[in-house]
């Protein structure tokens, strides 16, 4: 179906698509599941297993769906259809759609969590405990409920008017001032005596920590925090200019995740060894319903201890701007099903917006009034459901398109690509070694 090319859109510069797709990875994954899973799953062992996933599968993952979507032009679904024949790949972009649309919806819940607690700071600094507490009770159904929905308003609103300037502008200044604060509060808590255990603990690997099932939540981690395996890429890189030199954008958005990722862990792994040197009882459950109050006790704890108006001060700058980057990716999460309903349908872009965001917000309601779903359907859609879909986009890139079709995309933005190592480097990845990886690690997990 016809679709006006104001619907489309298309970025308006060679950074708008490098910062939308760094502000897709960086979120909630980096600075509150990444360093919870590191304290709570071995450490320095998790870390370094982490960081092999992000670079040997992630990175050539995200290299092939950002060509994929700028060869088609289109949405998971439609762009696998107009680069193959092939039936069953299009049923692969669906999955991807169905991907966003739950993680999205869980997502919101915790996004609002994060943006509570920025108010929760100013409450508490003017002793306001009733209303602090309400803002802190992550089990208020109706509380989690509201500001789900003021997130998801934001992320409509958003999305209704395309990527503009403002956007990118916002998240220019957002990216410097994030790692900034993190620093801040990574000097701060590495000066207290009581903090060098975690340290060590989070750069020192205890090889034996190491097996199947820590390997399986590194990788889910690392699509998860790439944005990888359910099309988001595949819809940002069709908005993407030919001039764009595609290995160079991947590899400048991997970084900027894993650095992020990285610097949240140093904060956190040591601040929370710091809390319980203190005697702060830190429940640091296994299962995520737990896991999910890690991080939000333990940074209003460190801003508390900081104290006055610099720890509010700190405390307010921090939760906002981990709502933004939060809001960055609810954005590339809903551009996804948005873009599909789009082409596929050619309904109006706002319309779309309003119905599929206000659709996902029925399940984010849902699982606002019962947070232990947020678990499952991380494990169903972000663990299992990520990485099977970077299996299959491998499978489609090694063996249906072919990789040299792939380069030749790449080379409009780069010329020089076919003397280059990557040349040599990425079609092995992208046939062997990501699929085979990617699929043992599933199967291993399960037996
Ligand atoms: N990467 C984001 C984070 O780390 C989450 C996210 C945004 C995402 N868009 C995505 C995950 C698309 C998977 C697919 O918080």
Avoid at 111 to 124: L, N, V
Avoid at 235 to 246: R, V
């Amino acid at each position: 179906m016809a679709v006006t090319t104001t619907d489309r859109g298309s970025w308006n510069s060679k950074l708008g698509f490098i910062l939308a797709a760094a502000g897709s990875a960086v979120g909630l994954g980096n600075i509150w599941a990444f360093p919870t899973k590191v304290a709570t799953e071995g450490g320095a062992a998790y870390l370094l297993i982490y960081l092999l996933c992000t670079f040997a599968i992630g990175f050539p993952v995200m290299a092939a769906e950002i060509t994929i979507g700028r060869r088609s032009g289109k949405n998971p679904v439609g762009a696998f259809r107009a680069i193959s024949d092939n039936k069953f790949f299009p049923l692969v972009g669906l999955w991807g759609v169905v991907c966003g649309v739950m993680i999205l919806s869980f997502y919101t819940v915790i996004a609002g969590w994060a943006f509570g607690f920025a108010f929760e700071e100013i409450f508490y600094f003017f002793g306001w405990s009733a209303a602090a507490d309400w803002l802190t009770d992550t089990g208020n159904g109706l509380k989690n409920a509201i500001i789900a929905a003021v997130f998801m308003f934001g992320t409509i609103k958003i999305i209704t008017g395309g990527v503009s300037d403002g956007i990118e502008r916002a998240t220019k200044a957002m990216m410097p001032l994030l790692i900034g604060i993190i620093v801040i509060m990574i000097v701060y808590v590495l000066m207290q005596p009581g903090s060098s255990e975690g340290v060590r603990a989070y750069l020192l690997p205890d090889f034996s920590k190491i097996n199947a099932g820590l390997i399986f939540s590194a990788m889910g981690q690392a699509f998860f925090s790439l944005s990888l395996g359910m099309g988001a890429l595949i819809t940002y890189g069709s908005y993407l200019n030919k001039k764009e030199n595609i290995p160079q954008a991947a590899a400048f958005v991997t970084l900027a995740d894993v650095g992020i990722a990285f610097l949240a862990g140093l904060l956190i792994v040591p601040a929370m060894y710091l809390a319980q040197s203190q005697g702060i009882n830190i429940s640091a459950g296994g299962s995520l319903a737990s896991s999910t109050d890690l991080v939000f006790q333990i940074l209003p704890a460190l801003f508390h201890t900081i104290g006055g108006g610099v720890g509010m001060l700190l405390g307010v700058t921090f939760f906002l701007l981990l709502s933004i980057a939060a809001l960055t990716s609810t954005i590339s999460l809903l551009e996804v099903p948005v873009s599909y309903v789009i082409d596929e349908f050619g309904v109006k872009r706002k319309k779309a917006a309003w119905s599929v965001g206000g659709g996902i917000f029925v399940i984010s309601a849902l699982v606002a009034f019962f947070p232990v779903m947020i678990g499952w359907f991380d494990y169903l859609f972000s663990s299992i459901g990520l990485p099977l879909g970077g299996f299959l986009i491998c499978l489609f890139v090694g063996y249906f398109w072919k990789t040299e079709n792939a380069i030749n995309e790449m080379e409009y933005g780069f010329a020089g690509i076919k003397q280059t190592l990557f040349v040599k480097v990425w079609p092995v990845f992208i046939k062997y070694i990501c699929p085979a990886a990617i699929l043992y690690n599933l199967i291993t997990n399960f037996i």
